[in-house]
């Protein structure tokens, strides 16, 4: 992983048989070294926009040898968003080796998320995935099964992993995350049979398998959760947005001084199909027919840091005050209105009789957490959405700069109304945060699937590099 340094991989049998609990060992942890002072970020100050914290920090791993009953790792400020907000941090991303995850766990992480995107990266940049593909190759498999399998034993080992947190919460938190093919985005029946069959395949009781909230996968999720597989519903992503230019005045050459010319942002996944999926999950626990539902669980993931890099531009090109001063505010007020729908649909008769039988809320997910924006603070989509039952997964960027100087506090419901008058001055400005019916959703999932296809020719590369037989 990037900004991790590489461990010697440990004999598997030896390693998984102790449960990450050796008798003697090095224990490692994630260090580093902050050259600024602590920067704190709520929501108000971070729809203010501050300018970016300007630190210098190194991530290395320490090991010093312990016994048994040696001192713990050195605690992070990881440990405290889990022990005293109750929000779980996990690490956007996974390659070869696995056990450099180790280190992060020991630091606090407490779960993983994959994608397409980070295995095409892995897999493309890494020869530790050569052996088995040129053995997958040589078998006869084809290019799509040959990474299927690839990613399958990257899961796993990954789950190995972080069993014991899975173990010790009951079945609460400790999971890892890998999606469906995007090519069956609107697919309901195709979708399901992946999902059994990833979880099938898979095999570990941390898993979770990702499924996208397009509207012909909403049932799909009741379903799977039906058949009692744990599910991470992905309502945004980069690929889920759609920009359409909307022209307002005349179009003649000779009124282009007085035109007025905007981008309106079209928000596929909006928050009522986010109230949709809580009802599939909902629907799927009731269907499922089981007596203990406490190891059914599911999060809905929200790609924070994607909305603000398209609205912002809709708002530049407005270009009135107004919309200039809402820049880098729309990302965390979404997230923060998504959080109040959360709290309505998690209580009252229907939700207790569901906990009865031992359900847990679908917890919301802060995903894209990076930022892409230079201008703004370091930790804008981790800090300012801080709060009991959520989970924040973040690649190296952002975890990185929120163990520095990150300030640990409830933060997603401190200034709700804050929230609710960004999301409405955003609309009266012409940001329509609606769905917009199937055709721009089909336009949405097209680009998943040039993704993932992507991935899939960067696999015919590798095969053509180890001068493999092209299938």
Request: aromatic share 8%; net charge neutral; glycine share 6%.
């Amino acid at each position: 992983m990037a900004s991790v340094s590489k461990l010697s991989t440990p004999n598997p049998g030896a390693f998984f048989s102790e449960a990450l609990r050796p008798r003697s060992s090095q224990k490692c942890f994630l260090a580093f070294q902050p050259s600024a002072t602590n920067f704190k970020t709520n929501l108000s100050a971070s729809l203010r926009i501050p300018h970016s914290h300007p630190f210098k920090a190194s991530l290395r791993i320490r090991c010093s040898q312990t016994d048994e009953n040696g001192s713990p790792a050195k605690r992070t400020v990881l440990h405290d968003l889990y022990e005293k907000e109750g929000q779980s941090p996990w690490y956007d991303n996974l390659c070869r080796p696995v056990t450099d995850l180790l280190p992060l766990i020991a630091s606090g992480v407490r779960g993983v998320t994959s994608n397409p995107a980070i295995f095409q990266k892995a897999i493309s940049s890494s020869n530790a995935y050569n052996d088995q593909f040129r053995e997958l190759v040589q078998a006869g498999k084809d290019i799509e099964s040959a990474y299927w399998e690839l990613v399958v034993k990257d899961i796993q080992d990954a789950c190995k992993l972080f069993e014991p947190i899975y173990d010790q919460t009951d079945g609460g938190d400790g999971y890892v995350s890998v999606e469906v093919s995007p090519r069956l985005a609107d697919d309901t029946e195709g979708t399901i049979e992946a999902a059994k069959w990833l979880h099938k395949v898979v095999d570990r009781p941390n898993v979770y398998i990702k499924i996208p909230a397009t509207a012909a996968c909403v049932p799909s999720i009741k379903e799977v959760i039906a058949n009692g597989i744990s599910v991470n519903v992905t309502l945004l992503d980069k690929q889920s947005w759609i920009l359409s230019t909307i022209n307002m005045g005349y179009n003649s050459k000779e009124d282009s001084n007085r035109k007025l010319r905007f981008e309106k942002l079209i928000l596929i996944f909006s928050l009522e199909r986010y109230e949709a999926v809580i009802d599939a999950y909902l629907d799927g626990l009731e269907a499922s027919g089981l007596n203990d539902l406490s190891r059914v669980t599911s999060v809905a993931s929200f790609f924070v840091s994607r909305v603000d890099t398209l609205i912002d531009k809709a708002l530049e090109k407005i270009g009135t005050p107004e919309a200039l001063n809402l820049r880098g505010k729309a990302a965390v007020a979404q997230a923060a209105l998504a959080y109040q729908l959360y709290q309505r649909k998690f209580s009252g008769p229907r939700w207790e009789a569901l906990v009865k039988k031992g359900a847990k809320k679908q917890r919301l997910l802060w995903a894209s957490t990076s930022v892409k924006n230079p201008a703004y603070p370091d930790t804008l989509y981790v800090a300012p959405l801080i709060g009991p039952d959520t989970v924040s997964t973040m690649p190296d960027q952002a975890l990185q700069a929120f163990i520095d100087h990150g300030t640990v506090s409830r933060t997603i419901d401190s200034n709700a109304s804050e929230a609710e008058g960004i999301y409405n001055a955003l609309q009266k400005l012409g940001i329509d945060w609606s769905s917009v019916g199937s055709q721009l959703e089909l336009e949405g999932v097209d680009s998943f699937k040039k993704s993932f296809d992507s991935l899939l020719d960067s696999l015919q590369e590798k095969a053509n590099s180890l001068k493999l037989v092209s299938l």
